[in-house]
């Protein structure tokens, strides 16, 4: 019979005398998948992640449909809420003080993703947003984030803050904060579009880091601060800046074979191909392919990139026959970033940003029906010890 104070037998056991603990350790025959692959962690109604069939679902909307006639903005509403509306708003918000001097002291060398984590920290501790979360709450740190990502930007390179212009949506407000000057039409709309591509993916790593920091009641601030960390990693931060840099290496269509043959002889990735879930097309990278066509200035670097992608999913094919290795959405989300004339080195903190929608949606949803995330671990350390006679001597 388990304990009063367990719920679940096979997690927990009767007490037991001391002198049989020894004997008892080891035995443990629970199942165990590293990386928790294929382990049903939790429900939701946010995201459906279909990789056979190479599809996404947000509350059950393709995501070909939402880039073709949603915004953000109403994506992340839907995300949030629910419902899809008619209409909705999000315009860049002010940055408190607080946020601005501590960009300003970090050194022009740190990374964005740092910069981006810290000013959702000091955004928490200013704001003293609490549990519950609220979507009100998600509003204003999804907000926050394009003006702080812009400002470090700027600081970085010694110019000053422009504070943003509340009439413009999140992707036209970030460009202008970061630039100076009001993007083209074409331009904001393209990187909109990456933003709702970029929005949400069920449970990768960092939400479910976000979920585990909201299973504990803290607050929205550190789940995302720590869901930042999560996406920092280079498993999972995603890789459009090396997308842009192997391009750049291939140089010409021409040499993409020899180079594709030589990559993956060597035992290296390339970039923008493959995925834990998806086995067909990722449907992100096909909406953002279709979204690049459609901007101006792009077509030398697309045609170039349509046929790199040809190249090298005929030699993955090829050399890696047992694994089906499809183009991800970081290969064509590299071009859309390339194209509105965003340095490299900000993408995986755009990525970031465009991300606070779906992080903050699972923080209401985890909250919503909370219960403390808290698995087992298999032990496989020494059985139960005395310590060494020496030690117990030198102490008198
Ligand atoms: N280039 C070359 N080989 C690749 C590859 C790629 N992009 N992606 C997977 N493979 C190969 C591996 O080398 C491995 O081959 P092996 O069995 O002969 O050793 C096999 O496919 C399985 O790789 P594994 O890492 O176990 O697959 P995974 O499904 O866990 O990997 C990724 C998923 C995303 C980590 C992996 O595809 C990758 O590293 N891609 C490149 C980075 C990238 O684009 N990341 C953004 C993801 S959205």
């Not at 299973?215 to 090396?242: C, F, N, Q, Y």
């Not at 046929?307 to 071009?335: C, G, S």
């Not at 929608?357 to 005395?386: C, K």
Request: aromatic share 6%; hydrophobic share 45%.
């Amino acid at each position: 019979m388990p304990s009063k104070r367990c719920s679940r037998p096979v997690r927990c056991s009767s007490p037991v005398e001391p002198s049989r603990l020894a004997a008892m350790t080891p035995a443990d025959d629970r199942p165990y998948s590293p990386g928790l692959e294929g382990v049903v962690a939790g429900e939701t109604s946010i995201a459906l992640v279909d990789g056979a069939n190479g599809r996404l679902l947000y509350r059950g909307y393709p995501i070909g449909e939402l880039v073709r006639d949603g915004t953000y903005a109403q994506v992340a509403e839907l995300l949030w809420t629910g419902a899809w509306p008619d209409h909705a708003e999000l315009h860049p918000a002010a940055l408190p003080e607080a946020v601005v001097s501590t960009l300003r002291a970090l050194p022009p060398t740190a990374h964005p993703m740092d910069a981006l984590r810290s000013a959702v920290s000091v955004w928490g501790a200013e704001s003293g947003a609490k549990w519950p979360p609220s979507a009100d709450q998600a509003r204003a740190l999804t907000a926050l984030t394009p003006s702080a990502l812009a400002a470090f930007a700027r600081l970085r390179r010694g110019d000053e803050v422009i504070p943003p212009d509340p009439q413009l949506d999140l992707a036209t407000g970030f460009l202008y904060q970061l630039n100076g000057e009001r993007p083209e039409p074409a331009a904001a709309r393209a990187l909109d579009a990456y933003f709702i591509t970029a929005a949400e993916h069920s449970f990768n790593a960092s939400t479910f880091t976000a979920r585990v920091i909201t299973s504990t009641r803290s607050d929205m601030a550190s789940a995302v601060a720590g869901a930042i960390g999560a996406l920092k990693g280079p498993l999972h931060g995603g890789a459009p800046g090396e997308v842009v840099n192997q391009l750049l290496e291939i140089g010409s269509v021409d040499r993409a074979e020899q180079w594709a043959r030589d990559t993956i002889a060597r035992g290296e990735r390339i970039m923008g191909f493959g995925h834990r879930v998806y086995r067909a097309y990722d449907p992100r990278a096909a909406a953002l392919r279709d979204v690049a066509r459609g901007m101006s200035g792009m077509a030398d670097w697309l045609e170039t990139a349509v046929a790199v992608e040809d190249v090298v999913l005929r030699v993955l094919a090829e050399m890696k026959p047992d694994r089906v290795i499809k183009t991800n959405v970081e290969f064509y989300a590299a071009a859309v970033l390339q194209g509105v004339g965003l340095p490299p080195d900000l993408f995986a903190a755009t990525f970031a940003m465009a991300r606070h929608a779906g992080w903050t949606a699972h923080v209401l949803e985890q909250a919503g029906a909370n219960r403390l995330i808290r698995p087992d671990v298999r032990y496989v350390g020494p059985a139960e010890r005395s310590l060494p006679k020496v030690a117990t001597a030198a102490r008198g």
